[in-house]
C-alpha cells in the first residue's frame, strides 16, 4: 500500500476526494507511533479505540455523499493540559489525579473535530506548562526527533515533536512564555501564538490566567493559516476571550501588501542570542526586505516582570495542593511555586503595572513597522539533562532562560508565527511579530519565506 | 548580574508570615528561586512608572 499523504491539507484533500479514507490514514499513524514513540515519548496517551471511531465516522459520512469538513480525517494531538473527554487533564503532573474525568474535550479540540479532524492522542508537557524543555519528572523527557539526544523545548514538547516526527499532521499546545514557539524551534517546525484573546482557551488547564495563549502547530503555512481558521471565534467560557468575528487567513497567503515594513529587533534580542540565531534573523530579513533595526529598550525588564508574574500567579492557582502536599510536585517546579507563594505584593503590583509601559513602548515601534523579527531560541535545541547554555558569555539555566527571547513579546498579547530556518544539521526558528489580531499579515509573511524556500520543514526520520 | 541574598531562615519565616510551612528539605530550593524573583523585582523597581500607567490584571492586546 502506498504511504498516505503527509501533511492537514493534503489529507484533507485525499480523504475528502475518497482517495484514501481518513481510517488508512490513522492505521499507518498509529503504527508510526508504535513503531517511534518509545523513543520519543512525546505522547502521554494515545487514544487509539476513540480515534478510530471519528476515523470511521468521517469515512461513513463520505461513503454516505457527505462533507466531513476541511480537516477531515486529519489526525491531530494536543498538549495534556487540554480537556479530553472521559480523562482528568492532567498537565503534566500527578497533582491533578484526583480531580474528576472532563465531560468534554477543550472548546479547540472540538472545533477541530467538527472539523473533520481526528484526536490520536494527549502529549507531554513540563509539569503545568512551568519549563522549556519537556524534562517532566514524572512522565519522563520528550526527546527531539530531530536529534534524540536534544530537547524538543517545551513545554508543549511532546505537540512540537509529533508534528516533527509525523506522528500527526497538526497539534495545539499553549504559551504563557513561549511554550509554542521554544519547541517550534528546537523541533523544526512552525508555531503560531495568536494575539492574547484571541483563541478560546475553555476547557485547557490553566497556568498564569494572565499570559495563557493557546495555538497550533504544523509542518506548512497553508496547513498552519487552515487550523488557524478552524479555530477561531468568541467562546464565552474564556473570560480573556475578545469578542471578535473570525478573521481568516487561509485564503490570503499570497504575497504581502506592497509596503509592507519589517524591522528587525536590535539589543536584547541580538544581545541574548548566538551567531546561528542572529544568522537565522538575518537570512529571513533579507528574504521580507528587512532593513531597518528597533531597539524595545524596556525588553529585559519586561521579561523580568513576566517572570515575575509568572511565578507569582501559578503559585497562587496552587496553592493548596502545594501547602499540603508539595511532595507530589516535580521538584524543578515545586521550588518555583513555593518561591511564588512568598512573593511580596509590590514587585507583584509592579510588573502589572509594567505590562502597560512596555505595551506603549512596543506600540510606538509598531506605528512605523508593520512586522518585527527576532529570534525564537538564543540557540538551537540543547542537549537533554544540559543544565546550563552560553549566550552573551553567561552560562544560563536551560529550563528557565531558554524562553527569554519570547517572553517579552507575549507579555505584551502581540500574534508570533514562529518559521524554521535551517541552521546546518538543527534548526531555530525565527519570530515573525505582528501588532495585535494581525496574525493574518504575519502569516502572509511565513508563507512569502515558504515559497522563497527560506523556511521547508521535512518531516524528520529519528 | 546582582545576587540576592535569600536564607532558609527567611525563607520560613515568610512562610509563616504567608501562613503555611515550608519542608526544610525544599528551604534551599525554595530560597533560591525567591532570590532569582527578588532580582528581577530590583529590576523593574526604577525608575517610578507614571502615574497613568494601571496594573494589568485582564490584559488586553
Known amino acids: ?462 | 548580574m546582582m545576587t540576592t541574598e535569600v536564607s532558609d531562615a527567611m525563607v520560613e519565616a515568610l512562610a509563616a508570615v504567608a501562613g503555611f510551612a515550608i519542608e526544610p528539605a525544599y528551604r534551599p530550593g525554595v530560597a533560591a528561586n525567591l532570590a532569582l524573583l527578588l532580582e528581577r523585582a530590583a529590576l523593574i523597581a526604577t525608575p517610578p512608572l507614571d502615574a497613568t500607567i494601571e496594573p494589568a490584571p485582564v490584559f488586553r492586546a
Open chain 1, 1 to 462: 500500500m502506498p504511504a498516505p499523504p503527509s501533511g492537514v491539507l493534503a489529507v484533507s484533500r485525499a480523504v475528502r476526494g475518497g482517495a484514501v479514507g481518513a481510517r488508512a490514514v490513522l492505521e499507518a499513524r498509529l503504527a508510526r507511533i508504535a513503531a517511534l514513540d518509545p523513543t520519543l515519548n512525546a505522547f502521554t496517551a494515545v487514544l487509539a479505540d476513540r480515534a478510530r471511531a471519528e476515523a470511521d465516522a468521517v469515512d461513513a459520512t463520505i461513503a454516505a455523499g457527505g462533507d466531513p469538513g476541511p480537516l477531515a480525517g486529519v489526525p491531530f494531538g494536543v498538549k495534556a493540559n487540554y480537556d479530553v473527554s472521559g480523562r482528568t487533564t492532567l498537565a503534566g503532573s500527578i497533582v491533578n489525579r484526583g480531580r474528576p474525568a472532563a465531560r468534554a474535550d477543550a472548546v479547540l479540540a472540538a472545533r477541530l473535530r467538527a472539523a473533520g479532524a481526528v484526536l490520536v492522542g494527549i502529549q507531554n508537557m513540563d509539569e503545568f506548562a512551568y519549563g522549556f524543555t519537556t524534562e517532566n519528572a514524572h512522565y519522563g523527557a520528550t526527546r527531539n526527533p530531530r536529534d534524540t539526544r536534544r530537547s524538543a523545548g517545551g513545554s508543549s514538547g511532546g505537540s512540537a515533536a509529533t508534528v516533527a516526527a509525523g506522528l500527526v499532521e497538526c497539534a495545539l499546545g499553549s504559551d504563557t512564555n513561549g511554550s509554542i514557539r521554544v519547541p517550534a524551534s528546537f523541533c523544526g517546525i512552525l508555531g503560531l501564538k495568536p494575539t492574547y484573546g484571541r483563541l478560546p482557551r475553555t476547557g485547557t488547564f490553566p497556568f498564569v490566567h494572565e499570559l495563557d495563549h493557546v495555538g497550533p502547530f504544523a509542518r506548512s503555512v497553508g496547513d498552519l493559516a487552515l487550523i488557524y481558521d478552524c479555530l477561531q471565534g468568541h467562546d464565552a467560557g474564556d473570560f480573556a476571550c475578545a469578542e471578535r468575528a473570525p478573521d481568516l487567513t487561509a485564503p490570503f497567503l499570497g504575497d504581502l501588501p506592497a509596503g509592507i515594513r519589517v524591522a528587525v529587533l536590535d539589543g536584547w534580542f541580538a544581545d541574548m542570542a548566538d551567531e546561528t540565531a542572529r544568522r537565522a534573523v538575518a537570512t529571513v530579513a533579507a528574504a521580507l526586505g528587512a532593513v531597518d533595526r528597533v531597539v524595545l529598550p524596556g525588553a529585559e525588564k519586561a521579561r523580568a516582570a513576566a517572570f515575575l508574574l509568572t511565578m507569582a500567579s501559578a503559585a497562587n492557582l496552587h496553592r493548596e495542593a502545594l501547602t499540603t502536599r508539595a511532595g507530589e510536585f516535580d521538584p524543578a517546579t515545586r521550588d518555583r511555586l513555593l518561591a511564588g507563594l512568598l512573593a511580596p505584593a509590590g514587585p507583584v503590583m509592579q510588573a502589572q503595572r509594567y505590562r502597560h509601559a512596555f505595551q506603549r513602548e512596543v506600540r510606538a515601534a509598531f506605528e512605523r513597522h508593520d512586522l518585527l523579527l527576532a529570534p525564537a531560541t538564543p540557540c538551537v535545541a540543547p542537549l537533554l539533562g544540559e543544565p546550563t547554555f552560553r549566550v552573551a558569555g553567561l552560562d544560563l539555566p536551560t529550563r528557565a532562560n531558554v524562553g527569554m527571547l519570547t517572553q517579552p513579546i507575549s507579555f505584551v498579547g502581540l500574534p508570533v508565527v514562529s518559521v524554521p530556518v535551517s541552521a546546518g544539521a538543527l534548526p531555530i526558528g525565527v519570530q515573525i511579530i505582528a501588532r495585535p489580531w494581525a496574525e493574518g499579515l504575519a502569516l502572509r509573511a511565513a508563507a512569502r519565506l515558504e515559497r522563497q524556500g527560506v523556511i521547508r520543514v521535512e518531516v524528520a526520520e529519528p
